[in-house]
């Protein structure tokens, strides 16, 4: 199983140490040079320990870059323009990948490109849902999964109170 990914997904993973678990979810991920420029080249410029451990992801080769067309980014662009938003390069890009390359999963946290790629007929999944899909498939326990949405919040990643409620709800139901 393959998913498309934008650079969020990537990032907050690998700041928790835990991209391995994207593995085991994903043998296959997909991404966009945006993206690659967005969480690795420029996050190995300022020395991110995120980027490196992403670029050494690249290396093994489970994930890959890959060139989008035009064509698949112009309906990505049609769809922002009817919702009146503005997605960044490496959201947009990753919707287009995900379209073309017929992959059903696109990984991301933000909710504009959420919601793009749900309308375009993809399904969009953020990093609760990867904590959550590691629980139940034995990839990862359930406090591994609540010290890494600590970690996450701990370092900027932003969640309403209602959302951080239901994820340890879910969590809990496992």
Partial sequence: MAASSDAGPLIWLAKCDILHLLRKLYPQVLIPEAVHEEAVSRGLEKGFEDAKIIEKALEEEW????????QFT??????????????????????????????????????????????????????????????????????????????????????SPTIIHKFHEALARL
Avoid: C
Wanted: glycine letters at 8%; hydrophobic letters at 35%.
């Fill in 63 to 70: 994930i890959r870059v890959h060139t989008t067309s035009t």
């Fill in 74 to 159: 112009d309906k990505v662009e049609a769809v922002e323009k009817r919702l009146d938003i503005e997605l960044g390069s490496g959201e947009r890009e990753a919707i287009a990948l995900a379209l073309e390359k017929k992959i059903p999963t696109f990984l991301t946290n933000d909710e504009d490109a959420y919601q793009t790629g749900k309308i375009l007929g993809l399904e969009p999944k953020g990093v609760l849902f990867l904590l959550l899909k590691g629980v139940k498939e034995g990839h990862h326990n359930k406090e591994k999964a609540k010290e890494s949405l600590r970690k996450m919040l701990e370092e900027g990643f932003w969640l």
